[in-house]
C-alpha cells in the first residue's frame, strides 16, 4: 500500500505536465491559424459592447427624463419606507429617522424655554398604516380617493414612511391637532419663525396646488440623506 501510494503522487505530477506542454504547442498553432478568425470575432464582441453601452447610456438618459416627469399619485410624491434600524423612538408610539432626532428634541426645547409647548403627534408611519389610513377612513368618510388625497397621502406615497416627517401640535390647545386652526395657535407662531433654525420646514403650504394645507406636517432637512429624498419635491417647488 505505502509504496502504490508512492508511485502514484510521482507518476502523477509527471503525467500532468507531459500533457499540459504537448497541449500548449498545439494550442498555439491552432491559435496562429485561426488569429485572424480570433480578430474578427474579438472585434465584432468590442462592437456589441461599445453598442450595447451607447444604448444603455440613452435609456438612463429617458430614464432620468422620465423622473422629471411627474411621478405623482392623486398630487403625492412616492416615498421609500426607512430601513427599520435608523429608526428611533424618542416617545412613546413617536419614532423618528435617527438623522433629525437631536434637532426636533432640541427645538421642543428652545420652544419651551419662551413659553411655547409643541407636542408630537405622529412620526414615523409605515406604509401597512398608512394603508390602513388612507383607505379606512375614506370609506368612514365616504370620500373617493381623489378626494381623500388632498388630506391623507396614499401608502407608498407619505413622506412620515420615511422617517423625516413630523405631525406637530400645540401641547396648550389639543382641540387644534390635525385642524386647520393649528396656524392660530403659538405652537405655529413660533415655528414659521424658528423652524428653519432647526432644519425643519412646512411640506404642504395654503398654496399648495395638489394637497390641502397641512400646518401641523413638517419635515427634516438638515441630512444629506433627508435631502436626497425630498430632492424632488423641492425642485417641483
Ligand atoms: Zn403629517
Redesign the pocket.
Known amino acids: 500500500m505505502e509504496q502504490n501510494k508512492d508511485i502514484n503522487q510521482f507518476d502523477i505530477p509527471l503525467a500532468k505536465r507531459t500533457y499540459l506542454s504537448n497541449t500548449n504547442s498545439t494550442l498555439i498553432k491552432k491559435l496562429l491559424i485561426l488569429s485572424p478568425f480570433l480578430f474578427l470575432l474579438f472585434s465584432t464582441v468590442v462592437w456589441r459592447l461599445v453598442k450595447n453601452i451607447e444604448l444603455r447610456t440613452l435609456d438612463n438618459f429617458n430614464f432620468q427624463a422620465e423622473e422629471n416627469h411627474d411621478h405623482r399619485i392623486l398630487g403625492h410624491l412616492p416615498y421609500n419606507e426607512i430601513s427599520k434600524e435608523k429608526l428611533v423612538l424618542i416617545e412613546p408610539n413617536i419614532e423618528v429617522h435617527i438623522d433629525m432626532r437631536d434637532s426636533l428634541l432640541k427645538m421642543r426645547e428652545e420652544a419651551k424655554k419662551e413659553g411655547v409647548y409643541l407636542v408630537f403627534?405622529?412620526g414615523y408611519r409605515s406604509i401597512n398604516l398608512q394603508n390602513d389610513i388612507f383607505y379606512n377612513l375614506k370609506s368612514i368618510r365616504r370620500q373617493e380617493a381623489a378626494e381623500r388625497a388632498r388630506v391623507s397621502a396614499p401608502p407608498g406615497y407619505?413622506?412620515?414612511s420615511t422617517g423625516f416627517?413630523?405631525?406637530i401640535g400645540d401641547a396648550t390647545q389639543r382641540d387644534t391637532d390635525?385642524e386647520t386652526e393649528f396656524e392660530n395657535t403659538d405652537a405655529f407662531k413660533w415655528l414659521k419663525k424658528n423652524a428653519a433654525k432647526f432644519h425643519f420646514k412646512l411640506?404642504f403650504h395654503k398654496d399648495n396646488k395638489y394637497i390641502d394645507y397641512?400646518p401641523?406636517?413638517?419635515r427634516y432637512e438638515g441630512s444629506i440623506e433627508a435631502l436626497k429624498v425630498f430632492e424632488t419635491s423641492n425642485r417641483e417647488l
Open positions: 403627534l405622529s407619505s413622506e412620515h416627517a413630523i405631525d390635525f411640506s397641512e401641523w406636517h413638517w
